[in-house]
C-alpha cells in the first residue's frame, strides 16, 4: 500500500471499481505518507482524520452496492481558504488561526456528495496572497523537488501535496496565478476554470472579481474529473454562470485518443517570448509547439499589446478589492482579538489587525485602500478597469484566428526559498504570464513539460471563455504521449 502514491488517477479509479481497492485503505495508506511528507514539506495546515475515515467507509459502501462515479472514494486536499464545516479554516492568517468552519463551501458540498474523502486542508499564502507560499503564518512551504526552493503560490501547499504523493488531487484558487504557477514550479497540472464556472460561496474572498476555484492534480484526467464534480451554478453566488457543465473526464480521455491534431490552430503571442524570460523554458515552450505541429497542429503568430500592463492593472484592482474584502475581520465580530488593552475602539481594531495580518496582506490593503480613496479612484482603480476591458477584447481578437495560446507558466524554474523576499516587484514578476488570464476571465491550464530540467517546467495553455475542455483535451494528448512529463517529485 506504501507505493500507492505512485499510480495514476486512472488506475486507482478502476482498483476501486474492481474492489482490488478500498477508500479507507486507500485514504489510510494516504494519511499515512500525508503525515510524513508533511515534516518536510509543511504542505499541510491540518488533517482531517475522524471524519475522513467515516467518509471513506461510506464510500466503500456506496462502491459495494455497485455505485460508479470519477472521484468517489477518492481523498482530496482543500486549500486552506475553502470551508469545510467543523474544520480549521485559517486562510494561513494570525488572524483566523482558530476559527472553525461553520458551514460547507459549495465546491465542499459537490465534493462530498460525490463522495470524496476530505484528506486535509493545505497550507497556502496568507489570504492567498503571495507567489511564493512563504507568506503563511504557519511557515513556509517547501518545493518537493528541492527543498531548499519555493512551490509557487498561493496554492503552494495544495501543489506541494500532489507533487509529493500526499493525494492525486487537490483544490486551489487562482487570482492571479495562484493555481497555475505553482502547479508549473512543482511539476502537476493545474486549472483555472472560466470565472463563474465553479461557485466561490465559503471560499475566503481575496479579489471577487478575479478568484476562481480549480483542480491542482496529478494529470489532465483527474484534473477534469474535479472540474466536472465542483462546476455549476449555484444560487449563493451571484456571479456563478449558469451555463451547462460538459462531461469533462469524458471529453479529455477522448482528446487524448486522437489520432492527431489537425484542424487546431495554436497562438504563440510574441510579448511571451521577451526579456526576462529563461532561455531554458523558452527553448521548452517551443519544443511543446514544435510539437503540436508535428502531430497536424497549425502554429500561428498573434498579438496580445496589452499584455504589458497586465502587471499594474493587477495589482490595482486585486489590492483594491482586497481592502473592501477584508475590512470584516476587525477582531470584534470574529477574528485575532489584541490581549493589550486599549483605550478606545479605533486603537482596539487598529491592534487586532495589526497583529492579524501579516506584512504582505498589510502592503495590498494599503495600497488598495489608496488606490480606492477620494482623487485617485479615477487614476488608479478605474484607469486600471478600462486598461481590463482591453485585454478582453485582445483576447476576443486573438481566439477569432486561434482555438488556443501557447506559452510559459512562470518565467523561470522554482526560485530559492528567501530569494525575492526583498524585493516586492521581483516576486510579482514571476506571475506575469498569468495575471492577463484572470482580468479577462478566460480559463488556462499549466502542465508539466517532458524536459531534461531537473526541475519541472510548466506548458501555459489560455482558451476562450467556457473553453476548458480543448485545454484539457490538449494537455492529456501530450501527457498520454509523453509519460514522462508526469513522474513524481521523488521517482
Same mark, same amino acid.
Given at each position: 500500500?506504501?507505493?500507492?502514491?505512485?499510480?495514476?488517477?486512472?488506475?486507482?479509479?478502476?482498483?476501486?471499481?474492481?474492489?482490488?481497492?478500498?477508500?479507507?485503505?486507500?485514504?489510510?495508506?494516504?494519511?499515512?505518507?500525508?503525515?510524513?511528507?508533511?515534516?518536510?514539506?509543511?504542505?499541510?495546515?491540518?488533517?482531517?482524520?475522524?471524519?475522513? !475515515?467515516? %467518509?471513506?467507509?461510506? &464510500?466503500?459502501?456506496?462502491?459495494?452496492?455497485?455505485?460508479?462515479?470519477?472521484?468517489? =472514494? @477518492? #481523498? /482530496?486536499?482543500?486549500?486552506?481558504?475553502?470551508?469545510?464545516?467543523?474544520?480549521?479554516?485559517?486562510?494561513?492568517?494570525? !488572524?483566523? %488561526?482558530?476559527?472553525? &468552519?461553520?458551514?460547507?463551501?459549495?465546491?465542499?458540498?459537490?465534493?462530498?456528495?460525490? =463522495? @470524496? #474523502? /476530505?484528506?486535509?486542508?493545505?497550507?497556502?499564502?496568507?489570504?492567498?496572497?503571495?507567489?511564493?507560499?512563504?507568506?503563511?503564518?504557519?511557515?513556509?512551504?517547501?518545493?518537493?523537488?528541492?527543498?531548499?526552493?519555493?512551490?509557487?503560490?498561493?496554492?503552494? =501547499?495544495?501543489?506541494?501535496?500532489?507533487?509529493?504523493?500526499?493525494?492525486?488531487?487537490?483544490?486551489?484558487?487562482?487570482?492571479?496565478?495562484?493555481?497555475?504557477?505553482?502547479?508549473?514550479?512543482?511539476?502537476?497540472?493545474?486549472?483555472?476554470?472560466?470565472?463563474?464556472?465553479?461557485?466561490?460561496?465559503?471560499?475566503?474572498?481575496?479579489?471577487?472579481?478575479?478568484?476562481?476555484?480549480?483542480?491542482?492534480?496529478?494529470?489532465?484526467?483527474?484534473?477534469?474529473?474535479?472540474?466536472?464534480?465542483?462546476?455549476?451554478?449555484?444560487?449563493?453566488?451571484?456571479?456563478?454562470?449558469?451555463?451547462?457543465?460538459?462531461?469533462?473526464?469524458?471529453?479529455?480521455?477522448?482528446?487524448?485518443?486522437?489520432?492527431?491534431?489537425?484542424?487546431?490552430?495554436?497562438?504563440?503571442?510574441?510579448?511571451?517570448?521577451?526579456?526576462?524570460?529563461?532561455?531554458?523554458?523558452?527553448?521548452?515552450?517551443?519544443?511543446?509547439?514544435?510539437?503540436?505541429?508535428?502531430?497536424?497542429?497549425?502554429?500561428?503568430?498573434?498579438?496580445?499589446?496589452?499584455?504589458?500592463?497586465?502587471?499594474?492593472?493587477?495589482?490595482?484592482?486585486?489590492?483594491?478589492?482586497?481592502?473592501?474584502?477584508?475590512?470584516?475581520?476587525?477582531?470584534?465580530?470574529?477574528?485575532?482579538?489584541?490581549?493589550?488593552?486599549?483605550?478606545?475602539?479605533?486603537?482596539?481594531?487598529?491592534?487586532?489587525?495589526?497583529?492579524?495580518?501579516?506584512?504582505?496582506?498589510?502592503?495590498?490593503?494599503?495600497?488598495?485602500?489608496?488606490?480606492?480613496?477620494?482623487?485617485?479612484?479615477?487614476?488608479?482603480?478605474?484607469?486600471?478597469?478600462?486598461?481590463?476591458?482591453?485585454?478582453?477584447?485582445?483576447?476576443?481578437?486573438?481566439?477569432?484566428?486561434?482555438?488556443?495560446?501557447?506559452?510559459?507558466?512562470?518565467?523561470?524554474?522554482?526560485?530559492?526559498?528567501?530569494?525575492?523576499?526583498?524585493?516586492?516587484?521581483?516576486?510579482?514578476?514571476?506571475?506575469?504570464?498569468?495575471?492577463?488570464?484572470?482580468?479577462?476571465?478566460?480559463?488556462?491550464?499549466?502542465?508539466?513539460?517532458?524536459?531534461?530540467?531537473?526541475?519541472?517546467?510548466?506548458?501555459?495553455?489560455?482558451?476562450?471563455?467556457?473553453?476548458?475542455?480543448?485545454?484539457?483535451?490538449?494537455?492529456?494528448?501530450?501527457?498520454?504521449?509523453?509519460?514522462?512529463?508526469?513522474?513524481?517529485?521523488?521517482?
Amino acid at each position: 500500500m506504501s507505493e500507492l502514491f505512485k499510480k495514476s488517477f486512472l488506475e486507482i479509479r478502476k482498483d476501486l471499481d474492481e474492489g482490488a481497492l478500498t477508500s479507507e485503505s486507500l485514504s489510510e495508506s494516504l494519511l499515512g505518507r500525508a503525515q510524513d511528507e508533511n515534516k518536510k514539506n509543511n504542505a499541510l495546515i491540518s488533517f482531517c482524520e475522524d471524519s475522513l !475515515m467515516k %467518509e471513506a467507509q461510506l &464510500a466503500d459502501e456506496r462502491l459495494k452496492s455497485g455505485e460508479r462515479s470519477a472521484l468517489l =472514494g @477518492v #481523498p /482530496i486536499v482543500l486549500k486552506d481558504i475553502i470551508s469545510c464545516k467543523g474544520h480549521r479554516l485559517t486562510a494561513a492568517s494570525k !488572524m483566523l %488561526e482558530n476559527f472553525v &468552519a461553520p458551514y460547507d463551501a459549495t465546491v465542499t458540498t459537490k465534493l462530498k456528495q460525490a =463522495g @470524496v #474523502p /476530505i484528506l486535509a486542508k493545505a497550507n497556502c499564502d496568507e489570504f492567498a496572497m503571495g507567489s511564493s507560499n512563504e507568506n503563511s503564518f504557519f511557515g513556509a512551504v517547501k518545493n518537493p523537488w528541492d527543498l531548499e526552493r519555493v512551490p509557487g503560490g498561493s496554492s503552494g =501547499g495544495s501543489a506541494a501535496a500532489v507533487a509529493s504523493g500526499m493525494s492525486p488531487i487537490s483544490l486551489g484558487t487562482d487570482t492571479g496565478g495562484s493555481i497555475r504557477q505553482p502547479a508549473a514550479l512543482t511539476g502537476i497540472t493545474g486549472l483555472k476554470p472560466t470565472y463563474g464556472r465553479v461557485s466561490r460561496y465559503g471560499v475566503v474572498a481575496f479579489a471577487s472579481s478575479l478568484d476562481q476555484v480549480g483542480p491542482m492534480c496529478s494529470d489532465a484526467f483527474s484534473s477534469a474529473a474535479v472540474l466536472e464534480c465542483i462546476s455549476g451554478h449555484d444560487l449563493h453566488d451571484a456571479t456563478s454562470s449558469q451555463a451547462k457543465v460538459p462531461s469533462f473526464l469524458r471529453s479529455t480521455i477522448a482528446w487524448s485518443e486522437r489520432k492527431d491534431l489537425k484542424g487546431l490552430r495554436i497562438g504563440l503571442p510574441k510579448q511571451f517570448f521577451v526579456e526576462g524570460l529563461d532561455p531554458v523554458v523558452a527553448q521548452e515552450i517551443n519544443k511543446v509547439a514544435d510539437f503540436y505541429k508535428s502531430e497536424g497542429a497549425e502554429i500561428v503568430d498573434i498579438e496580445l499589446p496589452h499584455v504589458k500592463h497586465s502587471m499594474a492593472t493587477y495589482y490595482i484592482i486585486c489590492s483594491s478589492e482586497a481592502s473592501s474584502n477584508l475590512a470584516r475581520y476587525d477582531g470584534v465580530h470574529y477574528g485575532h482579538r489584541s490581549e493589550r488593552k486599549t483605550s478606545n475602539l479605533d486603537e482596539l481594531y487598529s491592534r487586532n489587525r495589526a497583529e492579524g495580518f501579516g506584512d504582505e496582506v498589510t502592503l495590498r490593503i494599503l495600497l488598495g485602500t489608496f488606490s480606492l480613496s477620494s482623487g485617485y479612484y479615477d487614476a488608479y482603480y478605474h484607469k486600471a478597469s478600462q486598461v481590463r476591458e482591453l485585454m478582453r477584447q485582445d483576447y476576443k481578437n486573438a481566439f477569432s484566428k486561434v482555438d488556443c495560446i501557447l506559452g510559459p507558466t512562470s518565467p523561470s524554474t522554482a526560485f530559492k526559498l528567501g530569494e525575492k523576499g526583498k524585493d516586492p516587484v521581483q516576486m510579482y514578476l514571476s506571475d506575469i504570464y498569468t495575471l492577463a488570464t484572470n482580468l479577462a476571465g478566460i480559463p488556462a491550464i499549466s502542465f508539466n513539460s517532458d524536459s531534461d530540467s531537473k526541475l519541472p517546467i510548466g506548458v501555459h495553455l489560455q482558451g476562450s471563455w467556457w473553453g476548458e475542455e480543448k485545454l484539457l483535451g490538449l494537455a492529456a494528448y501530450y501527457q498520454k504521449r509523453h509519460p514522462n512529463s508526469l513522474r513524481k517529485a521523488d521517482s
